[in-house]
């Protein structure tokens, strides 16, 4: 059996038989005005960290989610969107689709204002998307990719570039891990497909969307998510993963790179009202600015006493530079 059919059976059973601990996530479950989230897709909530952010969903937009668990971000999604087939939803496991069905339909009883036409549930693989090229402004996925080994994770990303039209987003959550992990971790299939043994550090992870021509990448949010240890896991030491949240933007790739943002900022604390690299950058003096990693870079190497740069806090939030 390949871990690919491993991870449908672990998915298939997780649609029969809700399994509350299989993913866990320090998320709260946010409600907004008029939307109410049933029991059964909170039970269902396989994710780690969140994919929707109010900012990237207006107007509109075009919306893919992969990989639909008991389908709650779907319903997040719908409710800025609110249009018949506004969402596409795709997941490989038949039971998983029939059990977010049957989820949206309690949804539609508990939300005056949605239908489940709202969501189109599609059968489809993340490594083969039955979607146009060019055609989706928002596609997300959460705590599927890190399931992926090298060569698949590639197929998926790239397959998520070509759907969305220029400048979209991908956004998604997936568990990292800093620690090499060992081989007997990394090839056991079913810690694989419980997001467990296939996690990347963070800088590897940001490369592959890079690679894949993503120009702007956003590292939204970082938290603690799981340990695997010796006395319950095939490994001497402790290894600690988290988990993050990430946006990846179809804009062009840079001549000098793609803009990466860990969450830096630069603030001038020099003699003059601002600083001006005369690059696009003006820094108002004592006023942080958000700033990428590459632009840190640049400003640190001018060897300036009157600039200050932060650390990354893993928490870019929008604005700032490039
Ligand atoms: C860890 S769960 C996450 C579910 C959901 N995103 C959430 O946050 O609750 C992974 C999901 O991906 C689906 N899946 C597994 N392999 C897939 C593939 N190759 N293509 C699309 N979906 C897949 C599973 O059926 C399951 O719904």
Redesign the pocket.
Known sequence: MSY?ET??D???E??LTPDVG??C?TNPIWELPGLKIPKIMQE?????GS?VHARDLTNNPTML?????????LLQFAYFNRQKGGVIG????D??LEA?RKNFKEAEAQNDWFKSEFVDLRK????NLPVEDNSIDVA?????FN??KTD?LKK?IAEMYRVLKPHGKLVM?DPTCEQPMNETLRNDERLR???LSGSLPIAEYVKMLTDAGFGTIEIRARKPYRILDPKNYPTDELIYIESIEVAAIKDPMPADGPCIFTGKAAIYFGTEDYFDDEKGHVLLKNQPIAICDKTAKALADLGRDDIFISESTYHYDGGGCC
Not at 44 to 48: R, S
Not at 65 to 73: H, L
Not at 140 to 144: D, G, K
């Open positions: 690919l991870t449908h672990v998915y298939k997780a649609a299989l993913c996530t269902m909530n396989y994710g780690c994919t989610y992969v990989g639909v668990g008991g389908g709650m971000e795709l997941d490989v496991v039971e998983m977010s489809g693989d993340a490594l997300a996925q959460n705590c599927l399931i992926f698949d998926a959550s497909a419980l997001c």
